[in-house]
């Protein structure tokens, strides 16, 4: 199993970075996909979830109206769009994958770092 994220990186405030993560090794398109977040010297947060097909999507407060989470499930790959980000969008970010049966797993990535400074 694997879960690789990408498209990390430095940007300014206000700017605009797309996140992707590709999955293998588990049926994907039948999973929950999450991304979380992690900045130094806090907890781990949820930011932005999408059922398996695709049909609900959920935000945490902090980025509602300003990041975006979809998946292809052909290409086994969930994205997060992140606009208008903000220094407090810095941290490390991380997506997972919720699923199975009989046996509920959770799969996480390595990570991807965001960093919003000017």
């Known amino acids: 199993v694997q879960l690789v994220e990408s498209g990390g990186g430095l940007v300014q405030p206000g700017g605009s970075l797309r996140l992707s993560c590709a999955a293998s090794g588990f049926t994907f398109s039948r999973y929950v996909m999450n991304w979380y977040r992690q900045a130094p010297g806090k907890e781990r947060e949820l930011v932005a979830g999408?059922?398996?097909?695709?049909?609900?999507?959920n935000y945490a407060d902090s980025v509602k109206g300003r990041f975006t989470i979809s998946r292809d499930d052909a290409k086994n790959t969930v994205y997060l769009q992140m606009n208008s980000l903000k220094s407090e969008d810095t941290a490390i970010y991380y997506c997972?994958?919720?699923?199975?049966?009989?046996?509920?797993?959770?799969?996480w990535g390595q990570g991807t770092q965001v960093t919003i400074s000017s």
């Open positions: 999408i059922t398996s097909g695709g049909g609900s999507t």
């Open positions: 997972s994958g919720t699923g199975g049966v009989p046996f509920t797993r959770t799969y």
